[in-house]
């Protein structure tokens, strides 16, 4: 991979505009992400880069006040990147006073060029600090009326040129309810209504892995019935929650244990949407724990 393979954007602009969401919307997108680098390691972290053969071809860094005097050199380590044979994009945000002070008192932290006095003169003096870099832009974004998603895809739109996101990843996660419901769950979704194989002598000490179990759930037509409302509920929501810049889903399948119906049912439609060309992947969070909900072997 050639140097100008490799995209740099430099992210920049007021404190409280929103660069951290910013970055954490680069990382989404599979971008190699540092916070606060000091623009002097600029064009060594580029030679790095070049030197991974191709596994580092996207960077986002963002580089602002917070450097104190390490920001004044910002201009001439972009210049030095230049004649090493790198290209880069340089994406501003700013936002309105008014919301700037609000941002910074919510979040109860001093402005950073300031120790002490009112916030308002350390944005004003920030702004005079930023005016030469914000005039060499190629991305300026007002995040003042912006959500964190309406941010994400203004970034989408300018930055990336209209690049959308490569896939929604779908975990679905098994999980019993007598263990708890899974704190990183978006959506969860009850099976205990499902005939249960634990009652089924030959069934009771196996899981839903095993095809003897996966098939004893599946074949009755309450069960059918499930998953296809089931998919055809996620067709809807998922489309909507990609336009609404959700990156990673996390759906919850529970029966009483987490053994047999929940793992079945979560392998199933795991298989469903993968078959949808979606990026599905199943996850068992209570198949090894037994009744008493000790770790078996």
Partial sequence: MGKNDIKFVIITGLSGAGKTQAIRCFEDMGYFCIDNMPPNLIPKFADLCSQTSGQINKVALVIDIRGGGFFDALFESLKILVEIGFSYEILFLEASDDVLIKRFKETRRRHPMLQEGRIIDGIK?????????????????????????????????????????????????SFGFKHGIPLDADLVFDVRFLPNPYYIEELKTASGQDEKVYEYVLKWPIAQIF????????????????????????????????????????????????QKSLSAIVEHRDIYQDVKGEVTP
């Fill in 227 to 274: 998953l296809e409302k089931l998919l055809d509920l996620l067709e809807f929501l998922i489309p909507h929650y990609i336009q609404e810049g959700k990156t990673h889903l996390v759906i919850g399948i529970g029966c009483t244990g987490g053994r047999h119906r929940s793992v079945a049912i979560a392998r199933r439609l795991t298989q469903l949407l993968q």
């Fill in 125 to 173: 003096v920030e702004r005079q600090k930023l005016e030469k870099i914000k005039a060499k832009s190629d991305h300026i974004i007002d995040t003042t009326n912006l959500t964190p998603s309406q941010l994400k895809q203004e970034i989408i739109k300018r930055v990336i040129k209209g690049k959308k996101l490569e896939k929604i990843i779908i975990t679905i996660l």
